[in-house]
């Protein structure tokens, strides 16, 4: 059946734009060269500053308590009993490697909870976990106890669990009046690589195979009576009992997989995939395909910047890229024209990202130095992955909470360079990406090639059992790193504001320095224009009314 392509402006995909915006990729660790397990994650959203979360490890006396915070509105929730011992977290890392990532599907709105006691919401949910769990079964079993136990606050939820040995995808949404939650886990192959971008993923698994999957005991039941699933157990649907997959939910949110997955696929494989996104068939993508190669480090963060290049869904050429074939587009995504509705298509990079990383959690080095987080502010196009392991105690500066915020501007925290940057490239994207390049490229490929040496150094340290030298040496780096590419990006804002002044593009010598005449006076800048195809719109726009002849 081919299902009625109009992209309809339904109230789960459009009116929550800020809970429909992250996008997960995730790779076990013989699908990678280096034998890590990795995550990535982008926290999409206008109303959160980039920084960097950071909890301390610590011993907790008995009836000390935890305060929950909201993660949406920073409201109070209430107070849990705090575990007697907690681990030092890093953004979304622990000091053991476990990593949790996630994205917001939302689906049936009467699940929403509508208790008015549950006091976990999803993000909340994820730092309380974090600080409490070394491994991945662990943290989904946890999960699942808190949300039981407190009640659950949010909606529609996939995870990304994974520890330096496995990862795993979890689904969750609430019950409405009901106190909880029900669930379902799924083991991602350690050949596979899985994705989710704000839809459901999980539909027909073996629920008897309890080494791979695991599920709340009241699942099947809970939408039995809710009338969601009616067939057997065996042909049970997570994604499909709690969740609608119409044309304008695949497009904005599955395309995003499949735009991962046709990377490391055949043609036929991509031509397939692309007819569910693209409301051509009903067949879903697969939950997990094995590569046609290992993922590297690189890998993962280059798909991170995805704007579906050389695709049909190609940001850089349709008419919205504008003369300087930009893949940014501003909200609303959806838009009606003569009582037609259509839509931008919606990247795995995007211009309103807080934060991102790609996590390394490796089984073949001690946990101090086997997990690293790889993160970035801003738009994960144009901005730096800087290297930040899970033994941090101290948080950079330019990362730090605090050093500004969405209305305070300073020219010190990272998130603020890499918005300057930015935004001067949106204007001039075909222009400026080469110079931004350049220097993101720079640091990067310094960042990764300094690696093996610096971790010589700590497995030195560590196997002397100096873990507090190690610490040390971790956080002096880490600050290092990011003063290191906030300053060079701070230059980099400045240099794309020289260069491009009013319209034109000053030459660059030999040196990389703007060039002048053999006085020492500048030369005048070249006029780039516009593309051919460019001005062909604007003549059909504006017929004859500019023909000179």
Known sequence: MKLNRTLLLCPAVCCNLTALACTNFIAGRKATTDGSVMITYADDSYSRFG???????????????RKVIDWGDNSPRGEIPQASETYNVVGNMNEHQLVIGETTWTGHKELADTTGVSMLDYGSLIYITLERCKTAREAIQTMADLVKKYGYASTGETFSIADKNEAWIMEMIGKGAE?????????????????????????????????????????????????????????????????????????????????FFRHFASPEEDKAWFEWVNADSDEPMPLFIVPDRKLSLRDMQDRMRDHYENSPYDMTSDPGAGPYKSPQRDRPMRYEVDGKKYTHERPVATQQTAWHFVSQSRADLPDPIGGVI??????????????????????????????????????????????????????????????????????????????????????????????????????????????????????????????????????????GDFARNPHGKPLTPESPGFSEDFYRLIIEKTGDRLLLE
């Open 179 to 259: 106190k909880g939650a029900v669930w379902i886990a799924v083991r991602v192959p350690d050949d596979a690589i899985c994705a989710h971008a704000n839809e459901p993923r999980i539909r027909k698994v073996d629920l008897n195979d309890t080494e791979n999957v695991m599920y709340a005991k009241d699942l099947i039941p809970f939408a039995r009576r809710r009338g969601y699933f009616s067939g057997k157990d065996e042909d049970f649907s997570f994604a499909d009992a709690f969740d609608k997959h119409d044309a304008a939910k695949r497009r904005a949110c599955d395309a995003r997989v499949w735009s």
């Open 374 to 511: 790889w993160f970035g502010t801003d738009d994960a196009n144009t901005s730096v992955y800087m290297p930040f392991y899970c033994s941090m105690t101290e948080v950079p500066e330019e990362v730090r909470p605090g050093n500004g915020d969405l209305y305070t501007f300073t020219p010190k925290a990272n998130f603020w360079v890499n918005n300057w940057v930015a935004n001067q490239a949106y204007g001039k994207y075909d222009l400026m990406i080469g110079d931004i390049r350049k220097v993101q490229g720079a640091l990067e490929d310094k960042f990764t090639a300094s690696r093996p040496q610096f971790e010589e150094e700590l497995l030195t340290l560590y196997r002397n059992g100096d873990i507090q030298g190690l610490e040390a040496r971790v956080n002096a780096e880490g600050a290092s790193i990011a003063g290191e590419a906030t300053d060079a990006y701070r230059d980099l804002a400045i240099f794309l504001l020289v260069k491009y002044l009013d319209g034109g593009r000053k030459k660059i010598d030999e040196n």
């Open 51 to 65: 920084d960097l979360f950071h909890s301390p490890r610590g011993k907790h006396a008995p009836g000390t308590m």
